[in-house]
């Protein structure tokens, strides 16, 4: 039985909190909402809690997890040592979502970093997880609470969608705000890599620390890495297609592939901005709407939970465009939206 446990978002009541932290203590699972989205918690020392926790999402063992801490004082038994880089960065960007990758102390047990001698650390800012965190007085580790595979929950009904019955509790304090997870930061390598673009961009990274790189960036006029060399990380259950181009090429390119997919009887799921839904008007699609053209923010903190309602809705497969831009938190949506499709295909200028 998975417990349900509600608090106001921004005052969260302590006595409502002090069972959570009570199970984490004790080695249980609780999920829980942080400002990017729910994570799935527990106690980051004990290795057997921890495993318990790969089987209830059904993760492999070879993805490592990012330890949840209230304050900074607490990080110092969790690392070996500290890169001059990372004190910066913490005053700067901590709480938030910005999770540093940094060299492991002994005590984290090698169950949390999947075998590395690095450990992903962060300090959340959502009042419910720092208040869960300070009540419990643990290192919490804790992905994103949803089963392997499957988008990272918003909401709490996504995470009982995906784990009910397999853990122990969930504290609900509605949507989360931002919608993606954090932006990972290598501290451990020169010079210190994106491992996974987020909400603390590589601008605002960059503006602290000029030589913050991205991890394996596509050069520009790089062939498309094959559908088949995807990471497919964040999939919906239907197949998505990614148009990628310019806006008006794109978005007749949207509209075609869904009139030719109804006319062979199948069902489609649109994701769809604004902008889009003139060119879908008449066609009966299943449209997730998730936001003006213009706004990133909008667009990531619903592009989870429009997966879900076409995965919902039982679509054969999705459509979607790819957003022009990928500067500030675009370069995020573009990363998700990738990782949740099985095909990319390029149109118009971007043939070429
Ligand atoms: O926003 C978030 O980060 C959410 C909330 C719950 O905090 N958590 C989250 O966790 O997204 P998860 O487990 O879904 O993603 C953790 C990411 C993975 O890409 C993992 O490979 C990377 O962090 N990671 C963790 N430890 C690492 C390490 N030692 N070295 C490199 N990457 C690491
Ligand atoms: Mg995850």
């Known amino acids: 039985m998975t417990l349900v446990v509600r608090v106001d978002r921004d005052r969260p009541d302590p006595s409502a909190l002090a069972p959570a932290a009570d199970c984490l203590r004790r080695g249980g699972l609780v999920a829980f909402p942080t400002e990017t989205v729910y994570g799935l918690g527990v106690h980051a020392l004990n290795r057997e809690a921890v495993l318990k926790l790969f089987e209830a ?39 938030g979502p910005l999770t540093l990758v940094l060299p492991r102390g002994r005590h984290v047990p090698l169950e949390v970093t999947a075998g590395l001698d690095t450990v992903a650390v962060r300090i959340p800012s959502h009042p419910v997880a720092r208040a ?37 509790m969930v504290v609900d304090a509605g949507a989360t705000d931002v919608g993606v997870e954090s932006t990972v930061l290598d501290l451990t390598v020169t010079p210190p890599q994106i491992l996974r673009p987020g909400a603390i961009t590589l601008e605002t990274l960059q503006a602290v620390l000029p030589s913050v790189d991205v991890a394996n960036p596509r050069a520009p006029g790089t062939p498309m890495p094959s559908p088949g060399l995807l990471p497919t990380h964040y999939a919906p ?22 009139r030719h997919a109804i006319a062979s009887g199948r069902r489609v799921g649109v994701i769809a901005s604004a902008g889009d839904l003139a060119v879908l008007s008449g066609l009966p699609v299943v449209v997730a709407e998730i936001g003006p053209d213009d706004s990133a923010n909008a667009m990531a903190a619903r592009l989870y939970g429009a997966l879900r309602e076409l995965d919902a809705a039982e679509v054969d497969l999705i459509v979607a465009r790819e957003p022009p831009r ?12 990738r990782r949740a499709a099985a095909h990319l295909v390029a149109v118009g200028a971007a043939r070429r």
């Open 57 to 95: 999402k059904g993760r492999p063992a070879d993805d490592p997890l990012i330890v949840h801490i209230a304050e900074f004082t607490a990080i110092t038994p969790l690392i070996e040592s500290m890169p001059e880089a990372a004190g910066m960065l913490a005053a700067r960007f901590w709480p």
């Open 132 to 168: 869960l965190l300070t009540a419990a007085a643990i290192p919490v580790a804790a992905p994103s609470a949803n089963l392997f595979s499957r988008p990272s929950p918003t909401r709490a009904a996504h995470v009982l969608e995906d784990l009910e019955g397999r853990i122990d």
């Open 237 to 258: 259950r239907a197949p998505m297609t990614l148009f990628q181009g310019e806006a008006a090429a794109t978005r007749d390119a949207l509209a075609e592939a869904a």
């Open 326 to 337: 990928h500067d500030g938190l675009w370069r995020a949506l573009r990363d998700r939206l």
